[in-house]
């Protein structure tokens, strides 16, 4: 699962995750109002940029998204057939830029520097309860597992067209989904394992020592 990370030396990788993380909130923000499919296309294609400057390792980054082709030629249609063409466009663009800034963020950013910079907002929650730690460690794991589960259908996939000749069916995502199931038990059990499930002990008093 910690695939999703590239190691590397580029300004992105120096960047603190909590910057990186605020800005991918910033600018999924400020790409929401924008309407116009022609500077939508400018912005992915800085992003793609982006990517190439990772050389074969970013272009085979790219390359993991294309299992997300099916979906957004869907919402599309859906969308051209609600709506017009320039709202159609619009949208796929806005998804596919979104997708590729957060996947920039989880490229770029080491699983335990991600979740210290997601447990400082979430401190507060404490007061509630709320285990800060814990509920980073949840969020990162989320960022860290679309990529592997993109990874995951594509493998599948090409699996199948290489033993069929006919397109992957419903069997393939019931594949897929026990899969998944059985990656998220696994990784269950490595935190109990490590100890991340288990319940806090109070820090000794005075009397006791």
């Known amino acids: 699962m910690i695939a999703g990370y590239l190691s590397g030396r580029s300004l992105l990788h120096r960047l603190p995750a909590g910057v990186k993380l605020a800005g991918l909130a910033v600018l999924s923000v400020v790409i929401v109002p924008i309407t116009d499919p022609v500077l939508l296309a400018m912005v992915l294609a800085a992003v793609l940029l982006v990517y190439t400057a990772f050389g074969r390792p970013g272009l085979a980054r ?3 998204w294309r299992s997300l082709l099916p979906l957004l030629a869907i919402i599309f249609l859906l969308q051209l057939w609600a709506a017009a063409l320039d ?3 619009a949208s796929v663009l806005r998804i596919a830029v979104m997708v590729l800034l957060a996947d920039l963020v989880t490229l770029s950013t080491r699983l335990q520097d991600m979740m210290d910079a997601l447990a400082v907002p979430m401190r507060p929650l ?29 493998a599948r996939e090409e699996a199948w067209r290489a033993r069929s000749p006919h397109r992957p069916g419903l069997v393939l995502v019931g594949t897929f989904f026990s899969g998944a199931l059985a990656t998220a038990d696994q990784v269950a059990e490595a935190l109990d394992a490590r100890g991340f499930g288990a319940p806090r002990r109070p820090p000794p008093s005075r009397s006791q020592e």
């Open 87 to 89: 709202v159609a466009a």
């Open 62 to 64: 790219i390359l993991q």
């Open 126 to 154: 404490a007061r509630f309860g709320v285990d800060p730690e814990k509920l980073s460690l949840a969020v990162a794991l989320v960022l860290r597992f679309v990529p592997v589960l993109l990874d995951t259908w594509r």
